[in-house]
Nanobody, 119 residues
Framework: QVQLVESGGGLVQAGGSLRLSCATSGRTFSRYAMGWFRQVPGKERVFVASITWTTGRTDYADSVKGRFTISRDTAKNTMYLQMNSLEPEDTAVYYC????????????WGQGTQVTVSS
């Protein structure tokens, strides 16, 4: 079974930075892409950023373009999200996920890590 484990969340002041990590463990897993999503209470989980595992092609939600950077280390089976110029509106639980193809669902998911940005 494949497990995704997020880390790096916390409390930061507006304008600050955090770096999230998503480590993959378990059986060998051939993935097409990995992504970051976030969710606030009472709202749906939304897309933040994604990266194709082999080529490193990235995609971002408009709300984070220019502030967040997604990357991956294939040797460490780990994905990262560097978040700069954080805003209170970025407060959410951040989840990582993987997909095995461009037409597949995002699965598996991590357990989530809380990011809180104070004003």
């Amino acid at each position: 079974q494949v497990q995704l484990v997020e880390s790096g969340g916390g409390l930061v002041q507006a304008g600050g930075s955090l770096r999230l990590s998503c480590a993959t463990s378990g059986r060998t897993f051939s993935r097409y892409a990995m992504g970051w999503f976030r969710q606030v209470p009472g709202k749906e989980r939304v897309f933040v950023a994604s990266i194709t595992w082999t080529t490193g092609r990235t995609d971002y939600a408009d709300s984070v373009k220019g502030r967040f950077t997604i990357s991956r280390d294939t040797a460490k089976n780990t994905m990262y999200l560097q978040m700069n110029s954080l805003e209170p509106e970025d407060t959410a639980v951040y989840y990582c996920a993987a997909t095995i193809s461009v037409i597949s669902n995002w699965d598996p998911w991590g357990q989530g890590t809380q990011v809180t940005v104070s004003s």
